[in-house]
């Protein structure tokens, strides 16, 4: 923990007083390796994304907020001006900063401190009746609503996902929502996948002694729709040789920098469509509202919450992953 005096608000930002954030897997890359991905740390970086809390400054125009007002805060902040924002995709935007993300030079610091700042844009008041560790979920459901969205229509089909962590928890509670009829889940843990097939998945599949379960179950009717949330190339494999000819495949998952061995081959073969999915954009007031409105129950996939002032013990909680799912630090 690092002790710093607060400097003045800037113009135009407001100033939030953290109340609950969750810890990610890119947190946990960062914290054990220093980077995610291909994103690696060059200067101290403060974690942090997924993110809410209470307004206590404004500094200029912010009509839509007012101090005490609780917040969800969407951690991008795009341009809006640049070809890809102005196509509607602002995840994509080539001058984007991202809270607690090493992908840009200087690194934009994320929320796990006592008051972060932020622009009026990326606050999302959310109702007095929400618990505001559900509003710091905010993030990780957007991801899962981009992901579902990216691939298209999902009612009435039959779906897989690799890895039953928070992520692939989250989007198996949003593409049974959006209609899927079937879904399976994959990982190498029991306690995850039990923690699955109590949020509703119709098969779970312990993958640490071998396929031959999987490919019973997608021989028996192809898989329409995958999802790759584990972050391996096994993983993505997996997702595609066993998503039918003509299907789907979504990765979400952040792999190892790096190339990596993919089954090329099949993805022609198969005519498979693959696709990326990149954090999220309008969907985080999407998923703002569905979280206000009781329509997802995020706080079914956290486990343990953790004072903000014993984040070391939060981390380590986190990564054991038999022994939690999603840990949420909170202000105390």
């Known amino acids: 923990m690092v002790e710093e005096p607060l400097k003045p608000l800037p113009p135009g930002m407001v100033r939030v007083r953290f109340r609950a954030g ?40 912010a009509s839509s907020l007012a101090v005490g007002d609780r917040v969800a805060v969407n951690p991008s902040r795009w341009c809006g001006k640049c070809p890809r924002c102005l196509e509607g995709r602002p995840n994509l935007c080539e001058n984007i900063y991202f809270m607690g993300s090493a992908s840009k030079k200087p690194h934009m610091q994320g929320g796990f401190a006592t008051y972060f700042d932020a622009v009026p844009a990326q606050c999302i008041k959310v109702s007095g009746n929400t618990p505001i560790a559900a509003a710091a979920l ?17 009612e009435g089909k039959r779906g897989i996902i690799f890895g039953a962590g928070p992520i692939g928890l989250l989007t198996l509670l949003v593409a049974r929502q959006a209609g899927m009829s079937e879904i399976a889940v994959v990982d190498l843990m029991s306690a995850p996948l039990a923690f699955a097939k109590r949020l509703g998945a119709d098969h779970i599949i312990d993958i640490s002694a071998g396929e031959n ?8 009717r192809p898989f329409d729709v995958a999802f790759e949330i584990s972050g391996t190339a096994a993983g993505l494999t997996s997702a595609i040789s066993n998503v039918r000819r003509g299907g789907t495949v979504v990765q979400i998952g952040n792999l190892p920098g790096g190339a990596i061995p993919v ?47 014993e984040a070391l013990e939060g981390f380590h909680l986190a990564l054991d992953r038999s022994q939690s799912v999603k840990v949420v630090l909170t202000a105390s």
Do not use: W
């Not at 379960?213 to 028996?220: F, G, P, Q, R, T």
């Not at 198969?270 to 009781?294: N, P, W």
């Open 213 to 220: 379960d999987l490919k019973a179950l997608a021989a028996e």
């Open 138 to 154: 905010a993030e990780p459901l957007a991801v899962c609503l981009h992901a579902v969205k990216r691939a298209s229509v999902v």
């Open 263 to 309: 089954p090329a081959n099949m993805i022609m073969a198969k005519e498979i469509d693959l696709m990326g999915s990149f954090r999220f954009g309008e969907e985080f007031e999407h998923a703002v509202r569905l979280i206000d409105d009781g329509k997802i129950d995020v706080l079914s996939i956290v486990t343990s919450q953790r004072p903000l002032s």
């Open 22 to 61: 969750g810890i990610c897997g890119s947190d946990m890359h960062y914290f054990r390796h220093g980077r995610t991905g291909d994103f690696v740390v060059e200067t101290p970086l403060v974690l942090g994304h997924e993110i809410a809390g209470e307004i206590v400054e404004i500094s200029g125009d």
